[in-house]
């Protein structure tokens, strides 16, 4: 059972180039999330999908684009990468929205963009 | 949204208990107070959370005050593994649960 996993674990790329942060989980939870950790900043939620189909912005949005057409994956893409999009970037899977629901973390992507 | 506040910092020694504090003085009668811990270059894992009781599990237990404006996260016997840094989080709900990561407080183990 492998969780909640990220692919790939690192990656360089160029400025304006399109790079995919994958994201999949076996548990069948209904909600997903993508965070970013800059250093100096806690964690930042990008992007969040209750279910297929359902995604919603956070509080960071903007050069992010994600889609969710399968319950398991959440695939987070930018589209024209910057230079201030080097960060690291974390997944998580939810089964419920409630106060008291815990949030399942993946082991993030570090990407690097020169 | 209610605000928590935690010490930047704090050291420990190994197999020695830990009180890691945090002040929520604007905690709502809903709010669940989460903790997180983030070891290094990994995702973060949930600790324990709790609403008003004293709480406890195989990691650690949560303290509570009574007037719920304060809360510490308590390691029985700290290993080296336990370093890393807490966060204390009191999970809002919109169109999902939404967790806002403060600075947390970075626990360093002395061996």
């Known amino acids: 059972d492998a969780g909640i996993t990220q692919s790939p674990r690192y990656k360089i790329t160029e400025t304006g180039r399109q790079v995919t942060l994958m994201c999949h989980q076996t548990?069948?939870?209904?909600?997903m999330f993508w965070y970013r950790q800059d250093l100096g900043h806690g964690l930042r939620l990008i992007y969040y999908s209750a279910a297929a189909d359902i995604t919603d912005k956070g509080e960071v949005p903007d050069g992010y684009v994600v889609s969710r057409s399968k319950t398991e994956n959440f695939p987070l893409t930018l589209e024209s990468a910057t230079r201030s999009q080097t960060s690291v970037y974390f997944c998580a899977s939810s089964p419920n929205r409630g106060r008291r629901e815990t949030q399942y973390f993946g082991p993030g992507t570090r990407l690097l963009v020169l | 949204d209610a605000k928590t506040t935690q010490p930047n910092s704090m050291e420990s020694n190994e197999e020695e208990p830990v009180h890691l504090p945090c002040n929520h003085s604007?905690?709502?009668?809903?709010?669940?107070i989460h903790w997180y811990r983030q070891l290094p270059s990994q995702g973060p894992e949930y600790v324990i959370h709790?609403?008003?009781s004293n709480v406890n599990n195989r990691m650690a237990s949560l303290a509570i005050a009574e007037d719920r404006k304060s809360s510490t996260l308590i390691l029985h016997r700290a290993t080296l593994r336990d370093a890393a840094v807490y966060y204390c989080?009191?999970?809002?709900?919109?169109?999902?649960?939404?967790?806002?990561f403060g600075q947390g407080t970075r626990l360093t183990i002395n061996p």
């Open positions: 604007t905690i709502s009668g809903t709010d669940y």
């Open positions: 989080i009191l999970p809002q709900v919109g169109g999902a649960q939404k967790l806002v």
């Open positions: 548990w069948s939870h209904s909600y």
């Open positions: 709790g609403l008003t």
